[in-house]
């Protein structure tokens, strides 16, 4: 047994903060492999993204609906407008799930050295992934994540991280 102490555990909603500066450096990333279809593919980032789509997206969203929505929802006020917010998210999440795993699909044969059979299509795709979810990022860290830090209690904190734990431990 170490004599460290174990240091705290993380706010919750800085890890949802975090996951939300490395979705952004993701579609920064799918702009990047978009504009260099066809010959000026860089595959390893490739693989990278598809990874990210296929694994880390869904965690997030499912951290978010399962963990910080369902809090979020007892906690707003009813002037904080969230219901619509939140539920206009999760529909979002849903639609960008669908089509992640396309997208994934795709850049996982580029990745393993491939050639997209349809690259003006796949970056059409890339385009509208990325577009759409800059701006799903940017209404979250906009409007969810101010209220969730003025709204949530340590108890919720200590709920959601436990989700969080939870969610990641069964991925594993």
Request: proline share 6%; glycine share 6%; hydrophobic share 40%.
């Amino acid at each position: 047994m170490s004599d460290k102490p174990i240091p705290p555990a993380r706010n919750p909603l800085d890890m949802i903060a975090s996951a939300h500066a490395l979705q952004m450096q993701m579609c920064d990333a799918m702009e990047r492999i978009a504009d260099g279809l066809p010959d000026e593919v860089d595959r390893r980032l490739c693989a990278q993204v598809a990874s990210w789509l296929q694994f880390d997206l869904p965690l997030h969203h499912h951290d978010e609906e399962v963990g910080l929505f369902p809090l979020l929802r007892r906690r707003a006020s009813p002037g904080d407008g969230l219901d619509k917010i939140i539920e206009r998210l999760a529909a979002e999440h849903s639609s960008d799930s669908d089509f992640a795993s396309e997208i994934a699909e795709a850049l996982d044969a580029l990745g393993q050295g491939g050639r997209p059979a349809n690259p003006e299509m796949l970056g059409y795709m890339l385009r509208g992934f990325f577009e759409r979810y800059r701006r799903h990022v940017h209404w979250e860290n906009q409007l969810v994540m101010p209220l969730a830090r003025l709204r949530l209690t340590a108890e919720d904190l200590a709920q959601l991280q436990a989700s969080m734990n939870e969610s990641r431990r069964q991925a594993s």
